[in-house]
């Protein structure tokens, strides 16, 4: 692969990364959002996939696969289930609307570029210099978790944090070693798995999946 | 030796959901945790003085500070795992819970342990990571125990907000991990602690500053410091108290040992001032918020949270002073604390069942009515409150006589000022839920498999608050992996 080629496939990656972050905020509709969320999996994915060939690091390679299943197939599938059972949640209701939280995601873009130049001052390469799309992705995560009161929309603001930081994780340092890659992977599978679980009892429960049913607990 | 610790609670929680539960299961788990216990002193006594264990090859690693901290989860998994014992059986008597679902909180208890063991074990900080979230995984279900529309509420809070505060934990060790590999000679194992250790003075300031700064607000939000606490006062509230027991005596200080690791390398890397001022100001923020919402509590599950947030950051601003004195004094807090928030949280699991509620209203004059039960309870609160002959006043002592030494005898005050404000608070609901008239009815006793291991750990934490013996050693050598 021509060193071109590289910084530009490198590029594409981290912007769709980016984008899907946005897209999130601009659907309503869940199934559009787990449609994203599967296109950002798989987009990270070839973000591992094509550092692990520009090192000849096999192992990175692997690596792109388990991401590809775990955030490209078997998340979305989850996520997916959960809402099958609740025509109520199938859209979102956000505290901010739609024109607002693109504007505050504009604005949480600039802050990830201002934050990261310590970084991308110390890896000053063509990966190093996409980190704060990674960043920005992850800001964005974090909003959508402060502004969304569905429970599924909550799960979704996890993975977007989750898939920022992993991007920033492949363009820093061509991943984290593969024994703390593995576990986080587990661990972000099993959380998901958790949330779906709690998701389904608060349907039982609750008789939908709406956030501002419990609130019970407070001073 | 090291994978043998891990070993012993992780086949204890495969034995455990084998089979509905029965009292056997109960006392498994107790044996568990005894091992651990044990295990912790052999490992303890095998370092002290000599070179790290390591185990499995090389991810696994113990020195003074690891086998300290294995201590402190095995006296308080002891003590929970006893309680465990009692919680279920009155459960599954009231029809609240099946065996089948006691044998999963067995599994996940001892589930639980192992991941705390995992975190303070690992010689890799990335696996560190991993072991601390797992514990918020596998806690998640056991806050959720007793499945009511509350619990379901405060486990969801939990796993999100500790989701995301623990991401922010990965993008720090990341971070590190970068600033690592710019450093000029780096080996495979560059996020292991030695080596980060060793080549800690090459680190880029700038990355460090900004991988520390996540690193305490990530981990952080597992120590219940502020501003990401919010999750605590619910989930240990509606944890199961044996949970609640593990979760507010070890959970929250294994995650700051999560903090006191990267404290060393930010402290190499950046001087002190910077993980100090950090540290001060969670810290401070920390008091401020304990002191201001344990004035209006009404229940006293919530009110034990908020004190547990309190004392984080009395811990954090010890370590934020950082000298030998005060690491080996935020290291006795640490483990009096939990004894005396483990021996309380119990205690008042047991007011729960047979009272009937948490509310500090409807629970008053245990002393005269309950006087075992009421006896415990004051004399936790008393040691938690930091008199002596309890732990927690040594510690406390030396904290802000170290805080002094260093330059922050201000910050010291102000700790001091919200101290004496809970101080006011907790006494006014203690006051409140332990005197008064007893009415008509004769004192009712609680039983001895109750009573007598709160009494012990109780007396364990006065113990090592006169006696030098056995702790001074191996303090001095975990205080001395920290402050260099």
Redo the contacts between chains.
């Keep these: 692969m021509t060193s071109s080629t590289y910084a530009s496939l490198l590029g594409l990656g981290a912007a769709v990364v980016l984008l899907c972050a946005v897209m999130t905020l601009w659907r309503r509709s869940v199934g559009a959002i787990v449609k994203v969320l599967a296109v950002q999996g798989v987009a990270l994915a070839g973000v591992a996939l094509s550092i692990g060939i520009d090192h000849h690091d096999a192992t990175l390679a692997v690596v792109a696969v388990l991401v590809l299943a775990a955030k490209g197939v078997v998340v979305p599938t989850l996520i997916t289930r959960v809402v099958r059972h609740d025509p109520a949640s199938r859209e979102t209701q956000p505290l901010v609307n739609v024109p607002a939280s693109l504007v505050a995601a504009g604005a949480l873009i600039f802050l990830a570029f201002a934050a990261s130049r310590s970084v991308t001052a110390l890896a000053p390469t063509a990966t190093g210099r996409l980190i704060p799309y990674g960043v920005a992705a992850m800001l964005v995560g974090f909003f959508a978790l402060a502004t969304r009161r569905k429970a599924v929309s909550q799960i979704v603001g996890i993975l977007l944090v989750d898939n920022g930081i992993a991007l920033v994780a492949f363009l820093a340092t061509a991943g984290v070693p593969l024994i703390v890659e593995l576990g986080a992977s587990l661990d972000v599978l099993l959380a998901v798995v958790v949330l779906q679980v709690l998701a389904t009892q608060m349907r039982l429960r609750l008789g939908s999946l709406d956030l501002d049913q419990l609130s019970e607990l407070r001073d | 030796m090291l994978i043998t610790l891990l070993a012993v609670p992780l086949s204890c929680a495969l034995l455990s959901g084998l089979a509905p539960w029965r009292r056997a299961t109960g006392w498994l788990g107790v044996a568990s945790s005894l091992g651990v216990l044990i295990g912790g002193v052999v490992l303890a006594t095998g370092v002290v003085g000599r070179h790290a264990a390591s185990g499995f090859h090389g ?1 696994l690693r113990a020195d003074a500070l690891s086998a300290f901290m294995v201590i402190v989860i095995g006296v308080i998994a002891l003590l929970a795992t006893l309680q465990g014992i009692r919680y279920l059986d009155a459960e599954i008597a009231q029809g609240r819970s099946t065996r089948r679902h006691a044998a999963l909180y067995a599994t996940l208890v001892q589930g639980f342990l192992a991941t705390m063991l995992l975190a303070v074990l690992a010689a ?1 900080l ?2 560190m ?3 601390v ?2 514990t ?2 596998v806690t ?2 056991l806050v ?1 125990h007793r ?1 009511t ?2 619990s ?6 939990y ?2 907000i500790c ?2 505060g623990i ?1 922010l934990a ?2 720090g ?3 590190v ?3 690592a ?2 450093v000029p000679g780096h080996g ?1 194992h ?2 292991d602690w030695t080596s980060l250790v060793a080549q800690m003075h090459h680190l ?1 300031p ?2 460090m ?2 991988a520390f700064a996540l690193i305490v607000l990530g981990y952080g939000t597992k120590v219940g410091l502020a501003p990401m606490h919010s999750w605590l ?2 989930a240990h ?2 944890a199961p108290a044996p949970v609640s027991a593990l979760m507010s005596g070890v959970l929250l200080t294994v995650a700051f040992y999560a903090i006191l690791r990267f404290k060393v390398i930010a402290d190499g890397a950046l001087g002190a001032a910077f993980p100090r001022t950090l540290l001060v100001v969670v810290s401070l923020l920390s008091l401020v918020i304990a002191a201001s ?1 344990l004035l ?2 009404r229940d006293y599950k ?1 009110m034990l949270a908020y004190h547990s947030v309190e004392h984080m950051g009395l811990i954090a601003l010890g370590a934020a002073a950082g000298s030998t004195l005060a690491i080996a004094a935020v290291l006795l807090h640490i483990l009096g604390h939990g004894i005396a928030k483990g021996v309380l949280f119990l205690t008042s699991g047991e007011i729960l069942l047979v009272e009937g509620t948490s509310e500090i209203e409807h629970v008053p004059a245990l002393l005269s009515r309950r006087p075992v039960l009421g006896g415990i309870f004051a004399f936790g609160l008393v040691a938690l409150l930091g008199f002596p002959p309890f732990s927690l006043f040594v510690s406390e002592l030396n904290m802000l006589r170290a805080e002094f030494q260093v330059g922050l005898g201000w910050a010291a005050v102000l700790s001091l000022v919200c101290m004496a404000v809970i101080f006011g608070a907790v006494m006014t609901h203690g006051r409140h839920m332990l005197l008064g008239p007893r009415g008509t009815a004769a004192p009712v006793m609680t039983p001895a498999l109750v009573a007598v291991p709160l009494i012990g750990g109780l007396v364990g934490c006065a113990f090592i608050g006169v006696s030098a013996w056995p702790l001074q050693t191996l303090l001095h050598a975990a205080a001395h992996v920290v402050a260099r």
């Design positions: 991810v890799n990335g696996v990571w991993v072991a979230e797992a918020t995984i998640t279900f959720g499945n529309r509350t379901l509420e405060a486990s969801w809070k796993i999100v989701s995301v991401a990965f993008l060790t990341v971070l991990y970068l600033a590999l710019h495979a560059a996020l880029n700038g990355v500053r900004l006062p619910d509230s509606q919402l209006s509590q919530r």
